[in-house]
């Protein structure tokens, strides 16, 4: 059922929503259903230029995953993906086919560099529902759980992931040829694959953004004062970037760069490294020894003992976009309780013992006071505001001006998974908002009410998104409304200008 209702401010659309019963866990516990999330079945790379002829279809194949797989079947495979994007060139020769829908799985296309293709194939989520007397259990895909936005988001981060630390195919192929690519490739996404939790894929993969860290103007320019001092003690520093607590303070790098350096840092790097921290996370820290202050820091990347002899002094390299291209640059995280900052050097330089032993001297006490000064601000202004109480919505917040990005349903992310507090048919509902919000270009508001009695309202204004979940069973549209003025105006300082 579908109902249109007009307020003071905007149209609102609000919708009545059936949730699939294949995730009421009652009747799953019931009926003994089984529930299969969606999983990655292939994920492979081609470049049609390199097999033209018949009987060379093999050598269009730069990677396949998993690669146990028959080689007719993996010809087979591509040649229908190269078959799906040619005939869809014929209807918009500039935008070709994005994704395939069919009952059992979805693939997802997306071309990274001129003719080199990247698909990604998943396993629609299913229920397997048990039969009677014995007969084989009952099949059910459910094909509509899946959003293209989502997934096709998560194909292009895999290349922008293999870019970060590789460069463009067509470097691999300048330096080495076709051999070098194919080796840089199966090394690389032999391991990241392995790092991809589709099931908890959702609306902040589209995103891809940054959550930044709110600090008061003095803690700030301490920061910035940390940053230049240590820029211009050590020349050979490029860029850096400061954060606190897995959040962004700082960063010297472009926005489409620091988007997925942030991602590796705190899905990969930060969790690899989350065994508990030194004394001193919860509380200001400030030893001193005999006038020299202690420190707590250490490298995340680089020599992980400093005194070992045998320590080696190598960094991983990273390439970042410039005016003329890219360069590469050695990438080093250095961390200080939850304090953590990253130092990027020409690639060209040689790092060593000196030098490490020097940004350890030089860094370690003074990152290991800024961690304190913000720990202490952050514990003094929860002081303040009070005991938190369990407010009655969740929200995700994105501005697509500066990438930041803000959400109360996320639950810390571990090396593993991304945890949500709300259920998975909510975070649908999230996901579908937003593709239609990408489908328009002025602003809009949109509010569902779910079955279960939650209310999920969506805005967008001014290249801003606000997606609030409500649990007020008795609410009606103008109190939703009220809600989320004031949720706005308490969050956002009015920044969908609703009065």
């Known amino acids: 059922m579908i109902s249109r209702g007009l307020s003071v401010f905007n149209c609102i659309f609000v919708f009545q929503l059936s949730l699939c019963v294949c995730y009421s866990p009652r009747m799953a516990a019931g009926m003994q259903e089984k529930q299969f999330t969606v999983s990655l079945l292939n994920f492979f790379i081609y470049n049609p230029t390199f097999g033209p002829r018949e009987g060379e279809e093999e050598k269009k194949i730069l990677f396949y995953h998993p690669s146990d797989v028959e080689k007719n079947e993996k010809i087979r495979n591509v040649g229908l993906c190269e078959a799906i994007v040619q005939f869809t060139r014929t209807f918009c020769p500039t935008k ?13 296309f997306f071309e990274a560099e001129d003719n080199f293709w990247m698909v990604m194939v998943v396993r629609n989520p299913m229920v397997e529902k048990p039969n009677k007397d014995g007969k084989p259990p009952t099949i059910e895909y459910q094909e509509e759980e899946i959003l293209d936005t989502v997934y096709g988001a998560v194909v292009k981060e895999c290349y922008s992931m293999y870019k ?39 609306l902040l993969d589209v995103f891809g953004g940054i959550s930044f860290f709110p600090l008061d103007k003095m803690t700030y320019l301490k920061i910035q004062s940390f940053v230049n001092r240590v ?31 942030y991602k590796y840092l705190t899905t990969s790097l930060f969790p690899r490294h989350s065994e508990p921290e030194l004394a001193g996370r919860d509380s200001p820290l400030r030893p001193e020894v005999a006038g020299n202050l202690l420190h707590y820091g250490r490298f995340l990347t680089g020599p992980t003992n400093l005194k070992d002899p045998e320590a080696k002094f190598r960094f991983p390299k990273i390439f970042v976009s410039t005016e003329d291209g890219y360069e590469e640059l050695h990438l080093i995280v250095y961390k200080a309780m939850s304090a953590a900052a990253c130092f990027m050097i020409s690639a060209s330089a040689e790092l060593t013992r000196d030098f490490c032993e020097q940004l ?111 649990n007020q069973k008795n609410a009606n549209l103008i109190e939703v409304n009220e809600e989320v ?15």
């Open 96 to 108: 070709p086919a994005k994704s395939l829908h069919t009952q059992k799985n979805r693939q997802f």
């Open 164 to 202: 970060l630390f590789n460069g463009t195919f067509g470097r691999a192929m300048e330096a080495g040829g076709v051999e070098l690519l194919i080796q840089k490739l199966e090394k690389f996404f032999y391991r990241y694959l392995q790092t991809l939790h589709l099931q908890s894929c959702d």
């Open 231 to 261: 820029e211009e003690s050590l020349s050979l520093i490029k860029y850096t970037a400061f954060l606190y607590n897995d959040q962004l303070i700082w960063s010297g790098l472009e926005q489409d760069d620091m988007r997925i350096l």
């Open 360 to 470: 350890d001297g030089l860094v370690g006490p003074q990152l290991t006071l800024l961690a304190s000064d913000i720990c202490e601000q952050f514990t003094v202004n929860r002081r303040i505001s009070g005991p938190e109480k369990e407010p009655q919505f969740k929200f995700i917040y994105f501005n697509h001006m500066n990438l930041a990005e803000k959400s109360t349903i996320h639950m810390r992310k571990t090396a593993n998974v991304c945890l949500t507090s709300v259920h998975p048919d909510l975070m649908k509902i999230l996901g579908d908002i937003n593709c239609d919000f990408a489908r328009v270009n002025e602003d809009e508001e949109i509010i569902v009410k779910a079955m279960t009695d939650y209310w999920v309202v969506g805005k967008k204004s001014d290249q801003r998104e606000l997606y609030v979940i409500l």
């Open 485 to 499: 003025k004031r949720l706005c105006a308490t969050q956002f300082n009015n920044i969908f200008f609703l009065d």
